[in-house]
């Protein structure tokens, strides 16, 4: 398997563009997470789906963030219009629906999109 | 979802085992603990998770008391490629609200020569 598949890997933007960001996540997983990392803050949760319906988007900051998830095997972030405090690595996430117990593994994660936003 | 706490940092040398400690009195029943490591421009890799003793592989051992307070994940002789963020966290067993980790700030260990 390849792993969760982010694209693109970097992306530069200038602020008030929209930016789009794009996940493929590991077949048969039931559910997809989407994470940003900054310095300041850390790795955040934003909004996580199952079964290709959004679950809790509490974690969104604004209207201007929007993520879909057309079917199971793709997800969209999109951030309408981008601002400079929108930089940070957007990282996916997938899992299998149940805890596997024998714990022989998590939570797989992408290799992160990094956004600058200027 | 409960919170765990561990050190912001840590130092060690190559070839020496190393500890990292994590409390989180507050674990519910059907929680288990699970280790993920990150190296600087990659995302969080799965170590380790158990629910109670010990559970070890290949990478990493876990020692959880009998209360399950706290845990600790030890790596045997460790070299400077396991410099990294090592992160503690819960994860519920039956799927659901229970699946979101909750990203603390971690541990950053930095092993030297």
């Known amino acids: 398997d390849a792993g969760v598949i982010q694209s693109p890997r970097h992306e530069v933007t200038e602020m008030g563009q929209e930016v789009t960001l794009r996940c493929k996540p590991i077949?048969?997983?039931?559910?997809l997470f989407w994470y940003r990392q900054t310095m300041m803050r850390g790795l955040e949760l934003l909004i996580y789906?199952?079964?290709?319906?959004?679950?809790?988007d509490s974690g969104m900051p604004e209207d201007r963030f929007s993520a879909k998830m057309p079917n199971a095997s793709f997800s969209t972030l999109k951030i309408q219009p981008s601002e400079p405090r929108d930089s940070a690595v957007y990282f996916c996430?997938?899992?299998?629906?149940?805890?596997?117990?024998?714990?022989?593994?998590?939570?797989?994660f992408g290799s992160g999109t990094r956004l600058t936003v200027v | 979802l409960a919170k765990t706490t561990q050190p912001i940092s840590m130092d060690s040398y190559e070839g020496q085992e190393v500890n990292i400690t994590c409390s989180h009195n507050?674990?519910?029943?059907?929680?288990?603990i699970t280790w993920y490591q990150q190296f600087p421009s990659q995302g969080p890799r799965f170590i380790i998770q158990?629910?109670?003793t010990k559970v070890t592989n290949e990478v990493a051992s876990l020692f959880i008391p009998a209360d399950r307070k706290s845990s600790t994940l030890s790596l045997p002789r460790v070299s400077l490629s396991d410099t990294a963020v090592y992160y503690c966290?819960?994860?519920?067993?039956?799927?659901?609200?229970?699946?979101?980790?909750?990203f603390g700030t971690g541990t950053l260990l930095a092993v030297q020569p």
């Open positions: 996430a997938s899992i299998p629906g149940w805890l596997d117990r024998e714990a022989l593994s998590g939570y797989t």
């Open positions: 077949s048969g997983h039931d559910y």
């Open positions: 789906f199952n079964n290709n319906v959004p679950i809790d």
């Open positions: 507050n674990i519910a029943t059907n929680d288990y």
């Open positions: 158990g629910y109670k």
């Open positions: 966290l819960l994860r519920g067993e039956y799927g659901g609200a229970t699946n979101k980790l909750i």
